[in-house]
Every structure is written in structure tokens, then in C-alpha cells.
């Protein structure tokens, strides 16, 4: 599965745009992005994922540039409780493996009042 | 609210002693992964279940053993405790062998003492 590269930390102002940027430049053409989230103490909490298209639900978008290489979730309007730790995965999905997620060390969001 | 749940909440132990943790996977789903997370860390998979077999497993010793359920539930027992595995012990529902989004639990808190 390919390495991701994520800012250890980040701030945002509540009610602003949250933008938390992923590099992944080894990716390979049949892997996807996936965010996932944790609050403090509990389990991480799916948001979106994507393999070559933007993706939008009612949580987050994910912006994926045309290489693949990078990729940014985007909080459209931050609201204290989004404070958390963001993992961006690479899965490589196919009948032969697990489709184990490989957390990294992710991205503390702290959006402040 | 994922619909997977976890027992017990939190646990105590003494090194050398056995423990059991159940995960109740959410209706639907007959994959369950297990992963553990260090204080500070990332969850690191432990191992998967899917249809009743184990499907796949990471880097954790023998006395880290599972088990899956007819009704897709399953249990993670960790023999010989030792103060390395105090961690928060999660849980994640899936189906087609973990290749679809996997969901988490709240996870279980587990202290060696």
C-alpha cells in the first residue's frame, strides 16, 4: 500500500474552510484515498473516499489531483466538534488482501472559537 | 452511530493474565478487523475475520487469537498479557472480506497492570 504524507498539525477558525492536504506519490492506479477521523478516546469515524474523481458527502469533498499524487479533504464550514485527528489511507483493494487500513500518524485539527 | 459495538467499554488486567474483547458487527456485515492503538499512535491491524475464517493477519504474536461467529459477531483473546498491550483495542465491520468501508467500534480500553 502506498505511503502517506500528512502536516502533523493544523489550526482553523470556526466557520471557516477546513483544508487538510495528503501526499501520496506512489500511488498506484487502482488504489483509493480514504479520511477517516478519530476524536479523542474513540474509534475512527469513515468521512469519504475516492479513487480519481472529486467526491462530496454531506460530511467533507475530497479534491484528488489529476496525477494522484496529493490530495486535500476539505471541511466546508468547521465547527468546533471537527477537532480531531485526520488519517488520509491509501487501500489497495482486490480479492486477494484484507483491504487493511494502514494508519499513519494523521493530522490534529484544532479549530478554534 | 456505526451500529458496531464493543464490550466492555474498559478492563483492567494483571501481566500474565488472559483476556477476552467482543465485537458486534453491524447488520449486514460479515467482515470484522481488529486493530490495536497504542497511546499516541495510529490503529495497527491485528488480524480479520470473514464468514467464520481468519482472512488475513498483521504483525501481532500467536497469543493475539480470534474468533467469528454464525452471526457475524467476534471475539479477539490475547493470552499472556503483557504491559505492552495496554492499548485501545478496536473493532471495524465490513463486508466483502474488509474490501468495502470498514466501520468502527468504540473500541475497548484495556490497562496491564
New interface residues.
Given amino acids: 500500500d502506498a505511503k502517506t504524507t500528512q502536516p502533523p498539525s493544523m489550526d482553523c477558525a470556526e466557520g471557516r474552510a477546513a483544508n487538510l492536504p495528503c501526499n501520496h506519490s506512489t500511488i498506484s492506479g487502482n488504489e483509493y484515498v480514504?479520511w477517516?477521523r478519530q476524536i479523542h478516546?474513540?474509534?475512527?469515524?469513515?468521512i469519504i473516499?475516492g479513487l480519481k474523481n472529486n467526491e462530496t458527502n454531506e460530511m467533507a469533498s475530497l479534491i484528488i489531483t489529476e496525477d494522484r499524487k496529493s490530495s486535500t479533504l476539505i471541511l466546508p464550514h468547521a465547527t468546533l466538534r471537527d477537532t480531531a485527528v485526520y488519517?488520509c489511507i491509501v487501500r489497495f483493494?482486490?480479492?486477494s488482501?484484507?483491504?487493511?487500513?494502514?494508519?499513519?500518524?494523521?493530522t490534529t485539527l484544532q479549530v478554534k472559537p | 452511530e456505526t451500529g458496531v459495538t464493543q464490550s466492555p467499554t474498559h478492563l483492567i488486567k494483571t501481566r500474565g493474565q488472559q483476556v477476552t474483547l467482543r465485537c458486534s458487527s453491524q447488520s449486514g456485515h460479515n467482515t470484522v478487523s481488529w486493530y490495536q492503538q497504542a497511546l499516541g499512535q495510529g490503529p495497527q491491524f491485528i488480524f480479520q475475520y470473514y464468514r467464520e475464517e481468519e482472512n488475513g493477519r498483521g504483525n501481532f504474536p500467536p497469543r493475539f487469537s480470534g474468533l467469528q461467529f454464525p452471526n457475524y459477531s467476534s471475539e479477539l483473546n490475547v493470552n499472556a498479557l503483557e504491559l505492552d498491550d495496554s492499548a485501545l483495542y478496536l473493532c471495524a465491520s465490513s463486508t466483502l472480506g474488509g474490501l468495502e468501508t470498514q466501520y468502527f467500534g468504540p473500541g475497548t480500553r484495556l490497562l496491564v497492570l
Avoid at chain 1, 478516546?41 to 469513515?46: A, H, M, R
Avoid at chain 1, 488482501?97 to 494523521?106: E, H, R, V, Y
Fill in positions: 480514504y477517516y478516546s474513540q474509534g475512527p469515524q469513515y473516499h488519517y483493494l482486490a480479492s488482501n484484507t483491504g487493511k487500513l494502514i494508519f499513519g500518524q494523521g
